[in-house]
Each structure stands twice: as C-alpha cells, then as structure tokens.
C-alpha cells in the first residue's frame, strides 16, 4: 500500500466520518489558535523547551557536574544534548496529560449547548499536542543527526511508532483525568503537585546510575526494603523517555523490558480510559 | 407510535443542589462520599410522542423543565429514569455560533461549527458556498477576518446560517428565534418553513405565543416538570394564557414610589362577569377601578390611569386633567375613582394595569405600576396580528364571488350593547378583589 493511497482512505474517511471530521477540526482550532497574536507564533514551541534544556545544562551539567555514560552509538557525550532527548518527551507527557484532563472543563459552554461525541475534545486536544511534540522532535532529530551523524534518521520510524504508543498513553490517562476534574477540582491541584515529583522520578536530567547509588546508600543504612530502583523502572515516564533516548541519543533500538512497559502502560491507560469515560461521560455536563 | 420522531417515555430528571458551593476532595473524604445535597425534580415521569414532520412546542413558565426536556432530548443531559429514542439525523440548536473561537476566521469557524454539529467534510464543502451567502452580504465581505471582529449581528447571523444548514431530520431549538433584524428573522422563519415543507420534525421550545401559535401544530405545555397539557398547539397555548396568566396580583405587588398623602391600594378589572376575571376578551366593554385612601385633604388633584404590554410597550393611557375631569378634592379615608372603557380594543397578550395621583402642581404623591395583570384573549371577530383589534372584517370583492363557505354568524362589527363573551369559560372563575 503506498502512502498516496493511505492518504486517500484516510481523507475518505474525513470525508464521510462525522466524528472523525469533528476531531481534526478540532484539532485544527487547537492548533491554529494557539500561537495566534504572538509575535514569534509557532518558534514558542521550541523556545521553550530550549529554555528549560539551557537552565537544566546550567544547573545540573555545569554545577553539578552530572556525568552522562557515552551514547552507545552516537558517542555523543554532550549533558545538554542528554536532556533534551528527555525534557521535549516529558514536556508531551506532562502538558499532555495537563491539557486533556482540562479538556471538559476547558470547554463547558460548548457541552452544555451543543451534542457530539464527548471524546472528541480529550482526543483533539492530545493530537494538537501531538502535533507540537512532533515539530519539536524534528528539530531535535536535526540536531541530533548534526551532533551524531545520520545515522539517527534510520529510527525515524521507530520514533513514531513510539510517539504513537506514548500519545495513545497520555489519552488514557488525560481521559480518566478529565472525568475526574469535572467532580473533583482539587485534582488539577492534586496534579501539578505530583507532576513534579514525577518529573524526577523520571530520570530526566540524570541517569539511573544516580539512583542506583541511591538505592546502595539507603541499602547500608538497612532500608533495603524500600524498591527504589524498582519503582524508577516501573514508571512508564521513565521508559518512554529511555525510548526515546535509545533511538535518538544512544541510536540503538529499545530494550525488550523497555517496549513491554510502554505498550502494557498505554494498554492499560487507555482501557481505563475509555472505562472510566464511557461510564461517566452522560454525566458531565450537569456537573460542569 | 410507529411515526414518531421522537419517543419520550417515563422521563425524570433530577438536579442535585449541594449545600456547599464548592465540593472539594476533601469534603468528599471526611464525609465519605456523602454528599448533603437537595434533590430538585425538573421532570416527572414525562411521557411524548412527537410525530415525524411536525412542528412540536414546548411551553411553560421559567424553572418549568421545558428547557431540561429539550436538553434530554438533544442529549446533552441523561435522564434519571425513562428513556428518549428519536428516529433520523438530530441537531440542537440551543444557542447559535456555540463552539465559535473567536481567533479564528469566519471561514474555519464555518468548518468547526459545523463539524461540531454532526457534519462531515464533504457536506460542509458541498454547503460552504450557501452558509455564507445565508448570513449575507457582509459576513460574505468578511469571512477570512477572524470573528472576533464581527459585530454581534454578523456572529448570530453565521452561527444561525451553520446551524440551520445542518439539515437535520429532527431540529430541536431554543429561544433562538429571536435573532437578529427583521430581514434575518424573516429569513430564518421562510427557513424553517423549508424544513417543515421537506418533512422535518422541529421542537422548539420558546416565550413568543404568538410566534408559536403560527408555527407550531402541536404543544406541550410544562408545568413543576410535569406535562399539564397536551395536544393542538392552538388550544394548548389559549390554556396556558388562561390559567398562567390570569388577572392577578404580580408578584411582589409592583413596583410604587411617590411622597405617600394618598397611597393607592388596589386595581380590579370589572366586566359585565365580574371583578378581575381570568380574562378580558378583546372589544368587551371594561371598567378599571383604582382604590386608594387619603392621608389628608388634597386640593386639585389629579388622576392617570395606564395599561403596558408586558414588553414594556405602552399601549394607552389616560390623564384626568386631559379628560377635564376635575375634582374639587380628595377627602381623608378611603376612596376609589372608575376609567370606564366602553370596548378593549387590544389584541390577545398580557398587559400590566398602572396608575398615579398627583398634586396640583403634579408632584407624584404614589405611583403603582406592574401590580395588577390582564390578559386579553380574542373576542368575536377573531382577528390576526398586531397589538390592536379593530373589529374588521373583508368585504366588497369585485368581481363579486361566492364564497366558499357560509358568513359563520358573529362576523362582523361587534355590537357592544349586545355583546355576549363567545368564551363562557371565564364565568365559572373565582372573584378575585
């Protein structure tokens, strides 16, 4: 099947689906709309994550001191290139989740007035992201390729099935998030505080060596017990960021252990999701 | 049954209102999920068939759950119990331009909008061209403008446009009628009358009687949620104006300002059946009685006595000055002083009774507006628009033709001495002081 083909099935279905014309309008209106009146309009989405990588370089490469082990067959070394293969998936995940559980919220006077597939809005709003994430991960591509040789390009495609995966997580998650928030304010709150813990709990600006040494230190002082280096490698941030840092920092594929932690989290966030949704999703408006 | 375009059949609907404004996670932890909320029925156990094709209104007065039916009906809200099946394509619209960014142009609003509202990509293409040429000439000029710029007409007129392209099978709106110019108003109604032509179920629920007494052919009328009449739009509306709206205090008792030597006390309508009936037929001879009591004597004083549409629109008053209608004085006690009007002629509506005394150099000693409600139902000739009733009737066709049916007896000018109320309705009705 050539793509041309793909493309015409895919319009097709735009063009007689009603849901799914709704959703890429909607993510059309999200995408359109977010730069609008901004001088530097879509640079915003790099020029934010180039500052957070700046402060992280700063901060825990220059101050601290953070060794990297050498990308295995990159051999890039660099501590910012480092981060930035894990703050730009971080910022998807993060903002992601963040959006799509404002996303009834976001838009009560339009559930209040008008009938569609309820959906819609956590799935537009996550496919905008999306959107962005990709942009954002182009240039990182180039960067990378410049920095460690083409050899990054072959694992484009891998790199999107992981977006895919990982996007399909973030929907799961925003979708029983967003439910949530209708009922319970709080959670947003509840969320932003967690975000930062999880932040670091997802090896972003360190390796898991840091932790391990942790887990060693807190060993000798008898609380071995406590599965500090277990829980790290059970959060599914932290492996869809060792995903992406695999391909695009290491350029190796994913381990095995990597790619059954992302596809069951999605799995499951997403089955969660829709159970969740599904239950509630009559419900809301009247709540909003 | 089987044509029924929507089947409403043992509907509830219940609002919770909680004690607290704001429900917290922590609330919800240190009660355990329990709640302290009021229940609040909007529906009782609503049971509607809407025929395929017809135009379906739904009335009553606010908080009666018309409003809530419809949302059910359009989905947005779930009932409690009961279920709602409808047959074919159904779009609500409840508020036009809903769902319009307002960065956005004209032309990707038109997509969104439509999009939201069930469409796919090759009906909005298809329909593009006739959207914009609906909501005229100058959104057309300005449909790559953002619609932030457009003025409040432009914005109704596109989200009306987009709305009524939807070209469903069941249309349901709210209130919605009322939008825009007169030129856009007519435009809309011809539309509606394009989908009802094409076989279209419409369900709209709305204030303008009048309106719906044109356009509807069956009704609903709401009350306490639950459904008090049911049937010919025609007599479900006449019923709802008779029993809703008949002469009665308003609530809070008006409105009254003056300096207070003579306070009015009460108005009463009387006609020939009695004091404040549930209603004054159009050409019925009437009397308005103002009672008041005096504080003290009052030299030259004078008297105005006034009837408002419920819109607000005056509709006539009258001034005794005006009528040379001059007392010497008002004694200290109580009084009363009759406006004798020998034929209302006032089309069927709702109108407010008002009146004032006044000083000799006009200073306003009490004022009581909105205290007192008429309503007027047809009289004999029945006539067809407007605020007036004049007692018409067509005659004199050249060249003459027969008629197809007979003269019904009553046509004509009315005579007011022998005036008999063709609806004996009222007669039965409390006295009402």
Known sequence: ?288 | MGDSAISVSGVSKNFRIFSEQNRSLKGAILRGNRTRYEEFWALRDIDLEIPQGKTFGLLGNNGSGKSTLLKCMARILKPNKGEIHHRGRMAAMLEVGSGFHPELTGRENVFLNSAILGMTRAEIERKFDSIVDFAGEAVARSIDQPVKNYSSGMYVRLGFSVSIHVEPDILLVDEVLAVGDMEFQEQCMEKFADLKRDGRTVVVVSHALDQMRTFCDYAAWLDNGQIARLGVANDVISSYIEDEHGARSAAGAGVRFGTGEVVIDRFEVITDRGVNPAQVHSYEPVHIRMHYTAKERIPDPSFIVSIDHVDGQSMWSNHTKDADYLPADVRPGPGSLDVVIPALNFRPGTFYINGSVHSSDGGVLDCLNRSLKMTVIAGDPKESGGLVALGSHFDEMTPERPMKKAKAPGQGPVDLETYVSPHKRGEDRRQRS
């Not at chain 1, 051999?75 to 998936?89: H, K, Q, R, W």
């Not at chain 1, 009834?104 to 992201?129: E, I, Q």
């Open chain 1, 1 to 288: 099947m050539t793509i041309s083909s793909v493309r015409e099935r895919l319009s097709a279905r735009v063009l007689r689906n009603p849901t799914v014309n709704l959703i890429a309008n909607l993510t059309m209106r999200d995408v359109t709309s977010q730069y609008k009146r901004t001088m530097l309009g879509r640079v915003w989405s790099l020029i934010n994550p180039l500052a957070t990588i700046a402060t992280f370089s700063v901060i825990f490469g220059l101050f601290f001191g953070q060794r990297i082990v050498p990308g295995a067959n990159s051999g890039l070394t660099n501590y910012a290139l480092f981060v930035a293969c894990g703050i730009i998936p971080w910022g998807f995940i993060s903002t992601g989740i963040l959006t799509g559980m404002g996303a009834l919220t976001d838009n009560a006077g339009l559930l209040a007035k008008v009938y569609f597939p309820r959906h819609a809005l956590v799935v537009s709003t996550v496919l905008s992201l999306t959107w962005t994430f990709l942009t954002e991960l182009t240039m990182l591509t180039i960067i990378m390729a410049i920095a460690g040789g083409p050899r990054v390009l072959l694992y484009i495609p891998v790199v999107l099935v992981v977006v895919v995966i990982n996007a399909v997580f973030v929907l799961g998650i925003g979708m029983v998030l967003s439910v949530l928030v209708v009922y319970f304010r709080d959670v947003r709150h509840i969320w932003a505080l967690f975000t930062q813990i999880w932040f670091y709990a997802s090896g972003i600006v360190f390796t898991i060596d840091v932790v391990r040494a942790g887990a060693k230190t807190i060993a000798e002082h008898g609380y071995g017990w406590i599965p500090l280096l277990g829980v790290f490698e059970a959060n599914p941030a932290y492996q869809f960021i060792s995903a992406y840092r695999a391909l695009l920092f290491d350029f190796t594929f994913p381990s095995p252990g990597t790619w059954l932690n992302i596809i069951v989290s999605a799995l499951v966030a997403l089955g969660i999701g829709i159970l969740v949704f599904n239950k509630y999703q009559a419900q809301i408006v009247e709540e909003l």
